[in-house]
């Protein structure tokens, strides 16, 4: 919570709520919605994109550092004000291409261990992996905060430590690879509560 506390301190002080006023009214859902399509990009933008998005065209101030402690602070509050709302993807058949996309990448194995997200988050979860449950991959916590980082991160984080421990080389943030496979898991994720931000180990 001391993340979103300082994003709701940004919120005030980088002049988001000059346009958008309370966050608990104007933001309530938004997070719950993303990934979304966007007509500049031709293609999907995730909530992290967006907050930058805003920040370049509409405020003329720099974009945050991915993955930076503001940028996560943001993502952080904005999500909050959907703190138990169920993940809700949006039914626009523009997405379907990135959705594909991501549920490919999600069934592609990968890394010198040759495994794919599936073979843990579909076929063993449940099960435990070096004494820690293995869950079923939803990313409705996102981003949150984990006891192995001692700090917050994204999901593009997390599937970033997931790459990097099949020994596949992960791609770079903000890749469109990550909003396609953040685009799948949220799909799969419909109907589940959004918890941002959640505590993992």
């Known amino acids: 919570m001391l993340w979103v506390q300082e994003g709701e301190a940004l919120w005030q002080q980088s002049g988001c709520a000059g346009c958008h006023g309370d966050a608990a009214a104007s933001m309530r859902g938004a997070a719950a919605r993303y990934p979304v399509y966007d007509e500049a990009r031709a293609g999907p933008i995730d909530l992290a994109g967006r907050i930058n998005q805003c920040r370049v065209e509409r405020q003329g101030a720099p974009a945050l550092a991915l993955e930076g402690e503001p940028l996560l602070a943001l993502g952080s509050f904005v999500a909050h004000q959907s703190r138990g709302l169920p993940v809700a993807p949006p039914a626009d058949p523009r997405l379907a291409p990135a959705r594909a996309q991501g549920e490919a990448l999600f069934r592609e194995r990968r890394g010198q261990l ?75 994720a419909a109907g589940l509560l959004l918890e941002t931000p959640a505590v993992r180990p």
């Open 114 to 188: 040759n495994l794919s997200c599936a073979q843990c988050h579909d076929d063993n979860a449940g099960r435990r992996l070096a004494g820690s449950p293995i869950p079923q991959g939803h990313p409705n916590g996102y981003p949150l905060y984990r006891l192995e980082w001692q700090g917050m991160g994204s999901l593009q984080r997390r599937l970033r430590n997931c790459m990097a421990g099949v020994r596949s080389e992960p791609f770079a943030y903000g890749a469109p690879e990550y909003i396609a496979i953040e685009t799948f898991l949220m799909s799969r």
